[in-house]
């Protein structure tokens, strides 16, 4: 299945407050793979960006003044992303910017049912534990070397390799064994409340018949 694991870096917390994306990263994946192809461009806000949020992702209001707008990006955006999943850390932010951008463009608004929140996996598998990118690249040992800052190219492609290991790693469906043993032991109490023991007679006829057939067979295997 294709799915894209997204990312975006903004001026600020809230669209409705004036602030915009600034940056768009995408990475394509299939069977959660990543395929090697990927959208990314910068956005001119078309404001400038605070130096509380340059000190995140390093962006200066004049790296982007020469650099498009969102509304002549939105249809490349579109057509790469087309009707595949998107996967995404802490998808209420990047979605509340990319739908308000949307709409204020006069397109329609991306659904989020379609959305993976891997923030929201990440809380449900390690409960209590950090799970921001960087803490979930130590725990899978992910190398986070080039992240010096934050960029979403960057860390769409970083995100596509965690969300490889929450679901499973990359043997993800072959792992028949439980994870441990309280798991084991649920499982095998609930097999034997649906399975309950059952004896079962053989007619004598039918035992004549088996033993008949196998004085027949020569040189049988388990004489040997």
């Not at 951008?101 to 659904?111: F, H, V």
Request: hydrophobic share 40%; charged share 25%.
């Amino acid at each position: 299945m294709r799915e894209i694991a997204l990312d975006t870096e903004t001026t600020g917390l809230d669209p409705r407050s004036g602030h915009k994306m600034i940056e768009i990263g995408c990475v394509e994946m299939h069977g959660k793979i990543k395929t090697g192809k990927f959208f990314h461009c910068y956005l001119n806000p078309g404001r400038e960006v605070p130096l509380e949020a340059t000190a995140v992702h390093g962006i200066k209001t004049e790296d982007l003044l020469d650099k498009p707008t969102f509304l002549e990006k939105a249809d490349e955006f579109l057509a790469f992303i087309g009707d595949a999943p998107l996967v995404i850390h802490n998808a209420a932010f990047d979605m509340k910017f990319i739908n308000h951008e949307l709409k204020s463009i006069g397109k329609a608004e991306l659904p989020m049912h379609t959305v993976v929140d891997t923030l929201l996996i990440a809380r449900g598998k390690f409960p209590g534990a950090p799970a921001s990118l960087d803490a979930l690249c130590k725990r899978f040992n992910i190398d986070l070397s080039s992240r010096t800052k934050h960029g979403a190219l960057l860390d769409a492609g970083l995100l596509a390799d965690i969300y490889l290991e929450l679901m499973g790693g990359s043997q993800q469906g072959l792992n028949l064994a439980p994870e441990n043993k309280s798991t084991a032991d649920a499982v095998n109490q609930a097999m034997a409340a649906v399975l309950a023991p059952r004896t079962y007679t053989v007619p004598e006829d039918e035992r004549a018949t088996h033993e008949a057939f196998l004085k027949r067979v020569k040189n049988p295997l388990w004489t040997a």
